[in-house]
């Protein structure tokens, strides 16, 4: 009889709290959801100049990211909003036809509104990472199905090198690198000098790749294949991406006094590993002591350094014969 009661009382206990937690959810769900309502209302259900606004709506990281995308004129890589889809859009429509509604994962949203009201016009939808402050309000903590903003990371990528703050983006190619049909990205971020330049100080980079998988992107990091640019570099430093079917090239070039050493980084995507490889490292190093220009040339591949991931890949480490 005893063993019956607590029985009773454990499953009683057990489903309070469940209960419990499915109120929690539902209630943080409703709560999410009303900010989604009130950003979209705020930012875009009017014709009014909002921009002020998105900081009480959107974290930091967001925010700095599409900084970093829409700061150089001359590259633009981000030439549309995100959070509509478009560069334009009716205000009345917006309103109207705005529907909020949870994705299978938790925090995860989708906001579905047409812009123009169109007779054929589809339906857009931005599906929205939510998270919580230290204040309990919910930002919007990334774009899911937005390329440059889904902060979508790979496992092999470090803490360090996934964060991207302080770094700009400096150049970007949109290339099918795995052959699968799928837009891959190649992307160079590069930080800014001080305010005072020291003669210490240095211009750091990181290079990504960003495979495709058709929902997702799978990200790799590096921040050594560029070398840090110092105040008395004679040279350029890195100077461009190429890209030819699954291999891309990085091109660039340092030196000091009478010294400058051009090199090129090849990498291959390599069907039968899924993975990206250091297909061939090269140099170009030209001595202008004697006063006249003396080049010396060396070029390493697989069979001199062995499998070298795209990750691990370090100029110093290189095997030199």
């Keep these: 009889m005893s063993f019956l009661i607590g029985c009773r009382q454990e499953a009683k206990a057990t489903h309070t709290l469940s209960t419990q937690d499915s109120l929690q959810v539902k209630n943080s769900s409703k709560e999410a959801i009303s900010t989604l ?18 900081k009480k709506y959107v974290s930091e990281r967001v925010l700095k990211r599409i900084e970093s995308l829409t ?30 509604k949870p994705l299978n994962k938790r925090n995860e949203y989708r906001a579905s509104f047409l812009l123009f009201g169109g007779t054929d ?11 919580q402050n230290q204040e309990g309000d919910f930002l919007i903590d990334a774009i899911l199905n937005d390329d440059h903003l889904n902060f979508v990371e790979s496992g092999l990528t470090t803490k360090e090198d996934s964060n991207f703050d302080g ?10 690198i795995n052959q699968d049909g799928k837009q891959d990205i190649i992307s160079i971020y590069g930080t800014d000098w001080n305010k005072e330049i020291k003669p210490t100080d240095s211009k750091l980079f990181k290079v990504t790749v960003r495979l495709n998988d058709g929902s997702n992107f799978l990200t790799y990091t590096n921040s050594k294949i560029i070398l840090p640019y110092f105040p008395d570099n004679v040279a350029s430093g890195f100077s461009d991406i190429k890209v030819k079917n699954n291999y891309f090239t990085v091109e ?17 995507y390599d069907h039968s590993k899924n993975g990206i490889f250091l297909h061939k490292y090269s140099t170009i190093t030209t001595d202008r002591n004697s006063g006249d220009e003396k080049e010396i040339k060396s070029e390493y591949s697989e069979k001199d350094f062995g499998k070298i991931t795209f990750a ?10």
């Design 37 to 54: 309502k009130e950003f979209y209302f705020s930012m875009y259900g009017n014709d009014a100049d909002n921009e002020d606004l998105k």
């Design 71 to 100: 700061s150089n004129p001359e590259n633009l890589i981000l030439d549309y909003d995100p959070f509509i889809k478009g560069q334009d859009y009716d205000a009345n429509i917006i309103r109207k036809t705005l529907e909020i």
């Design 121 to 131: 016009e589809k339906r857009t939808n931005v599906d929205l990472l939510l998270k």
């Design 167 to 176: 770094y700009k983006l400096i150049q970007e190619i949109k290339t099918d």
């Design 252 to 268: 660039q070039a340092n030196g000091q006094g009478n010294f400058i050493e051009k090199s090129f980084t090849t990498f291959k």
């Design 312 to 321: 691990e890949f370090n100029p110093d480490t290189i095997i030199k014969k």
